[in-house]
């Protein structure tokens, strides 16, 4: 009767470390919340004044798919320079979930701390394909997005282009849309020019 009542404790307690370990409503509503900062803070879209083009991408209510990252600059008046961020292991978001987790009482500033990212910083002798890229841009033309079309738990990437005369900040959810088809080569274009910088 002894054993079985120790049993019975041990499965309690296994499964009450069982549920602390699993994300509860809470934690995804803090996910929910804070996404955005985060996205923000360590993949920014806002504030960089030198920036030619600059892309983002992840995955809505999966955040379990890695985010993706790029930024064009220009680095002097005629050089251009290219930054590529991406997570190390898990998401971002997936990070930001288990981090929160393990302390929920810690502050999102505290948190963005402990996320692993990749960056990788490249010029245009690095990689001369960053101008050709902008050349590409410069012929592709693209339509409005849809007002019918809904994508359920889409992909979203969001593209900021400067101009001369402004600049163009869009969201879009669809993967064959001109300009993320354009983001999407250009960014695999910069990982294998990050590629060839690393063997060397």
Same mark, same amino acid.
Not at 36 to 43: H, K, Q, R, S
Not at 153 to 159: A, G, M
């Given at each position: +009767?002894?054993?079985?009542?120790?049993?019975?404790?041990?499965?309690?307690?296994?499964?009450?470390?069982?549920?602390?370990?699993?994300? *509860?409503?809470?934690?995804?509503?803090?996910?929910?919340?804070?996404?955005?900062?985060?996205?923000?803070?360590? +993949?920014? =879209?806002?504030?960089?004044?030198?920036? $030619?083009? #600059?892309?983002?991408?992840?995955?809505?209510?999966? *955040?379990?798919?890695?985010? *993706?990252?790029?930024?064009?600059?220009?680095?002097?008046?005629?050089?251009?320079?290219?930054?590529?961020?991406?997570? %190390?292991?898990?998401? @971002?978001? &997936?990070?930001?979930?288990?981090?929160?987790? *393990? !302390?929920?009482?810690?502050?999102?500033?505290? $948190?963005?701390?402990?996320?692993?990212?990749? &960056?990788?910083?490249?010029?245009?002798?690095?990689?001369?394909?960053?101008?050709?890229?902008?050349? %590409?841009?410069?012929?592709?033309? /693209?339509?409005?997005?849809?007002?019918?079309? @809904? @994508?359920?738990?889409?992909? $979203?990437?969001?593209?900021?282009?400067? /101009?001369?005369?402004?600049?163009?900040?869009? &969201?879009?959810?669809? !993967?064959?849309?001109?300009? $993320?088809?354009?983001? =999407?080569? #250009?960014?695999?274009?910069?990982?294998?020019?990050?590629? &060839? %910088?690393?063997?060397?």
């Amino acid at each position: +009767m002894i054993g079985a009542i120790a049993l019975a404790s041990m499965g309690l307690i296994l499964g009450s470390e069982a549920r602390r370990s699993e994300p *509860q409503q809470s934690d995804w509503d803090w996910l929910s919340t804070h996404r955005m900062d985060a996205f923000e803070a360590l +993949m920014p =879209l806002e504030g960089q004044n030198s920036a $030619v083009v #600059t892309f983002r991408s992840y995955r809505d209510l999966y *955040q379990d798919v890695q985010e *993706q990252y790029f930024r064009i600059s220009l680095s002097a008046p005629d050089s251009l320079s290219a930054i590529v961020t991406k997570p %190390v292991g898990s998401s @971002i978001q &997936q990070q930001l979930l288990n981090l929160h987790m *393990q !302390d929920r009482t810690a502050p999102l500033k505290a $948190v963005l701390n402990d996320v692993r990212l990749s &960056q990788v910083a490249l010029t245009e002798i690095d990689c001369p394909g960053i101008r050709r890229r902008l050349k %590409v841009l410069e012929q592709t033309t /693209f339509r409005t997005p849809s007002r019918e079309l @809904i @994508i359920l738990h889409p992909t $979203v990437y969001w593209i900021s282009i400067a /101009f001369e005369a402004g600049v163009m900040a869009t &969201q879009l959810e669809e !993967d064959d849309h001109p300009l $993320v088809v354009w983001a =999407l080569e #250009t960014l695999r274009d910069l990982e294998e020019c990050g590629t &060839q %910088v690393a063997k060397h």
